[in-house]
């Protein structure tokens, strides 16, 4: 009973702090950070090709998908890095909604009245068809659902019906529309089939070019010729300069205590009687095993961190251990199978993280420096608070990977999508690290070509690698010259001080050690005889090879696992014809994002 309120007692919360949500955002016009015109209503969260997303809607998507992690994974309160990227994934859902609506109606694409009532009457959903009540001796019975639908008091269910309806199914005519001419035929099954199934042994020969780069050198003019001629690879991207400062995000020893405490709680439910797989589905914070009772399977010595494996195998079958720590958290760890030198084993996770108190303190303390930094200036708060200031640049090109501090959701666009003030102060921002940073924006850096004195070392390494690689072009010519003269690999191979490598059977798709992966090495191994020998060039350098054995695909076995690959093959195709058709829609579309005057960055 106390375990159904308090699983009651967090939904509520949820629903109250979203209700919360929703009101400061559309209240306070998604100004809340204070500064700025306050009287300043955004209600608009972005516009695609004109047409505006509201706010609210912005708001509503990020609950949802927000309440449904915690919901799935038992968290009573979600990291600021999860919340960020579940904001960047909120947006770009609705970003890809707008965008498709609008190619909808440019199609004219829609449901008519007579294709809903044909989907209604022959479609039902997918919870109608695994309720049993709707079966008779066992075969689904259509009068039932009929009857359902005609019945007014599930007005309810057909309203909901109907709507997913009228929102799903122009997507899937306009999926029909883009797909009308995809097909897979025979010799691409066959291909597919080859390419799994057929099998080489060779010996090789590697020329590569980390073998020739120390026998290169290199003068003044090389360098500067070399430079001359590939000019436009040096081009330095369009680029901003920075200062930063960082806001350490860790658990205080309140957010430790609180954690060892609720564990605590729980090893007393069930030590009181509850069933311990009720206990991980309901409060275990391990989103991959929560939902199956905490079962992580079968494991052996070597599989967990140490301090988890040494509980755990002290364990007998069906035993449960007391609270434990580990770095992922506080665990409560049961073993119910032993087979041999393995365990399998079901545990209840607690994790250690800051919570909202201590985040809420965290982002007092950003406000404030922001405040202070707008009103006496950047350099003088970090002087005044001893605050560690790091200068950096960050090209375009790097994306949110950001030099000295690593990736940051959200930074490239937000500078680059339109260009910001000099001088002002952006964030904070949150990083893969966890960690909040703030930026001081210096000055943007025009694209241009670097001079030469400033990357020589760079064009030195490039120029380097580009002379070794024909270096290693050329001994390899060499030496398959003196097989065609009548040495073996082996005898040829040792004049030139290499020594041939022998593969076991592999694949079109295996990985081999030292070959660049799906490189023209596969090509060459792939089309030649037994005991030929050919040679080839890859971007890694020059290889020599010999074919010994040739595994052909059984073609007993393809009839086995046509229909297989056929299915496979569909669906791929299918995915990247859509996948490219948004990516281009995406692309030329013109999005013009509000958010960073609602401070979400």
């Known amino acids: 009973m106390m375990t159904e309120l308090r699983k009651r007692m967090s939904i509520f919360l949820w629903v109250v702090a979203a209700a919360f949500i929703l009101f400061i955002f559309l209240q306070w016009g998604m100004n809340i950070t204070g500064g700025g015109d306050k009287e300043r209503r955004v209600d608009t969260i972005a516009k695609v090709n004109g047409t505006p997303i509201k706010t609210r809607t912005y708001v509503e998507k990020l609950s949802a998908i927000l309440n449904n992690l915690r919901d799935s994974q038992n968290l009573t309160y979600i990291e600021p890095l999860t919340e960020r990227l579940v904001e960047e994934s909120a947006f770009e859902e609705l970003i890809r909604e707008t965008i498709i609506r609008d190619e909808l109606r440019k199609y004219k694409i829609d449901v008519t009245y007579a294709e809903l009532i044909e989907i209604l009457k022959n479609s039902p959903p997918k919870e109608v068809l695994e309720d049993s009540l709707m079966y008779t001796n066992g075969k689904f019975d259509p009068q039932k659902y009929i009857s359902i639908l005609l019945n007014p008091a599930n007005r309810y269910f057909l309203y909901e019906h109907t709507n997913r309806i009228r929102e799903s199914y122009p997507m899937t005519k306009l999926n029909s529309m883009l797909l009308s001419g995809i097909k897979v035929t025979q010799p691409e099954i066959l291909k597919f089939y080859q390419e799994e199934s057929l099998k080489v042994k060779v010996t090789f020969v590697p020329f590569r070019i980390e073998d020739y780069l120390d026998k290169v050198s290199l003068s003044e003019n090389d360098l500067q010729d070399y430079y001359a001629i590939h000019k436009s690879e040096f081009e330095e991207n369009e680029g901003v300069h920075l200062k930063a400062v960082t806001f350490e995000v860790k658990p205080t020893l309140t957010d430790q205590m609180e954690a060892k405490r609720e564990i605590d709680d729980l090893y007393e439910?069930?030590?009181?009687?509850?069933?311990?797989?009720?206990?991980?589905?309901?409060?275990?914070?391990?989103?991959?095993?929560?939902?199956?009772?905490?079962?992580?399977?079968?494991?052996?010595?070597?599989?967990?961190?140490?301090?988890?494996?040494?509980?755990?195998?002290?364990?007998?079958?069906?035993?449960?251990?007391?609270?434990?720590?580990?770095?992922?958290?506080?665990?409560?760890?049961?073993?119910?199978?032993?087979?041999?030198?393995?365990?399998?084993?079901?545990?209840?996770?607690?994790?250690?993280?800051?919570?909202?108190?201590?985040?809420?303190?965290?982002?007092?303390?950003?406000?404030?420096?922001?405040?202070?930094?707008?009103?006496?200036?950047?350099?003088?708060?970090?002087?005044?608070?001893?605050?560690?200031?790091?200068?950096?640049?960050?090209?375009?090109?790097?994306?949110?990977?950001?030099?000295?501090?690593?990736?940051?959701?959200?930074?490239?666009?937000?500078?680059?999508?339109?260009?910001?003030?000099?001088?002002?102060v952006a964030g904070p921002f949150i990083g893969y690290d966890g960690d909040y940073h703030i930026f001081l924006i210096l000055k943007y850096i025009e694209p241009e070509i670097n001079d030469f004195d400033e990357i020589k070392d760079l064009i030195t390494e490039k120029a380097r690698r580009e002379k070794a690689i024909d270096l290693a072009n050329e001994e390899a010519r060499q030496c398959f010259e003196q097989m065609r003269m009548g040495k073996n690999l082996h005898q040829a191979a040792l004049l030139f001080g290499k020594t041939p490598r022998t593969t076991q059977y592999f694949s079109m798709h295996d990985f081999i050690p030292e070959v660049p992966y799906s490189s023209e090495f596969y090509g060459l191994a792939f089309t030649m005889n037994k005991d030929e020998i050919g040679i080839t060039k890859t971007r890694k350098g020059s290889f020599i090879i010999q074919l010994h054995e040739r595994k052909e695909a059984e073609k007993e076995h393809f009839a086995d696992v046509s229909n297989s690959i056929f299915a496979n093959t569909l669906l791929k195709k299918r995915e990247s014809i859509i996948s490219y058709w948004f990516q281009n829609i995406r692309e030329n579309a013109n999005i013009k994002d509000n958010r960073h005057l609602i401070d979400i960055y």
């Open 269 to 424: 439910l069930y030590a009181g009687g509850l069933n311990f797989d009720t206990l991980a589905i309901l409060y275990s914070q391990d989103g991959n095993s929560n939902q199956n009772g905490g079962d992580i399977g079968f494991v052996k010595k070597g599989d967990l961190e140490e301090d988890f494996e040494r509980i755990v195998f002290m364990l007998k079958k069906n035993k449960v251990s007391e609270p434990f720590q580990t770095s992922f958290g506080w665990h409560i760890a049961k073993v119910t199978e032993i087979k041999g030198n393995e365990r399998k084993i079901s545990h209840i996770l607690i994790k250690i993280v800051p919570g909202y108190e201590t985040i809420s303190q965290i982002k007092e303390k950003i406000d404030t420096f922001k405040r202070d930094a707008k009103d006496t200036g950047f350099e003088e708060i970090t002087n005044t608070l001893k605050l560690d200031v790091s200068e950096i640049v960050l090209y375009k090109d790097n994306v949110d990977l950001v030099p000295e501090i690593g990736q940051i959701v959200g930074i490239n666009s937000y500078l680059f999508g339109e260009r910001r003030k000099e001088k002002d």
